[in-house]
């Protein structure tokens, strides 16, 4: 995987190799490409849940299809034979303001909480930060967790994502508003550094979502949120 991230391929990319891989290596398995059949990948194809996994699939295993048709390890790409399975995204959901105060609400204490499910009992109170620059700056969820305290310039009024951090590897700068600020200045100045996504994080992220009630909203409605204000 190092040599591959080296190769400017994000470490997301890489994920989504092997989820959408695995059926086909399981059902294919060591025969060559040469001999799969379209109908055989269009049965795969239809063991994803979600026609957006169905996409994803088709798009992510293709290219290694076509590869193998470059090298002349077949004489055509079955793929060419299966239309591309549709898939209608949603329109991007922004919140309103009072499910903003709800999000932030929820960053609280949970350990003495006994109606909730086990994993869910941490103290989420160091996660606020996080979730202020998800809604205030437009992180995403899955940047969030690589995005470090020194790329915080407070006294620059300004977040550097650099590519190693950016989904699309692509390196970005993003203003600090007023309301950001605020609340990134009630973390003390010796506690800026390392991640900026508290220990658990995962726990935190799951609970302060569902409490919030967003939990089952898109995943990057806070990023959303921010480009709709």
């Known amino acids: 995987k190092a040599d ?15 989820k959408f891989f695995a059926p086909f290596i399981g059902q294919l398995g060591e025969r060559t490409v040469s001999e799969s059949q379209h ?13 957006r996994q169905r996409a994803n699939a088709y798009r992510t295993v293709r290219p290694a299809f076509t590869m193998a048709v470059t090298e002349n390890y077949a004489a055509e790409n079955v793929f060419d034979r299966i239309k591309v399975p549709k898939h209608t995204s949603r329109a991007p959901e922004a919140l309103k303001v009072a499910e903003v105060k709800a999000v932030f609400n929820a960053c609280t204490d949970y350990t003495g909480q006994g109606d909730l499910i086990k994993d869910y009992r941490v103290d989420a109170t160091d996660a606020v930060h996080a979730f202020a620059i998800m809604c205030f700056a437009g992180v995403r969820p899955e940047e969030i967790t ?24 692509s390196h970005r700068i993003i203003p600090i508003e007023p309301n950001l600020a605020d ?21 935190k992220y799951q609970v302060v979502r569902k409490v919030s009630g967003i939990s089952k909203r898109q995943q990057d409605i806070l990023r959303h949120t921010f480009a709709s204000a």
Do not use: C, M
């Not at 591959?4 to 092997?18: C, F, M, P």
């Not at 109908?39 to 026609?51: C, G, H, N, V």
């Not at 390392?194 to 726990?203: E, F, T």
């Open 146 to 169: 690589r995005l470090q305290w020194e790329a915080i310039h407070l006294d620059e009024q300004s977040i550097i994502i650099s590519g190693d951090v950016a989904k699309t590897r």
């Open 39 to 51: 109908t055989e990948i269009k049965a795969i194809l239809k063991t994803f849940k979600t026609s």
């Open 4 to 18: 591959k991230i080296s190769d400017g391929i994000s470490t997301a990319y890489l994920r989504d190799i092997e």
């Open 183 to 203: 609340w990134l200045k009630t973390v003390p100045e010796s506690e800026r550094t390392g991640l900026i996504v508290p220990s658990n994080w995962k726990k």
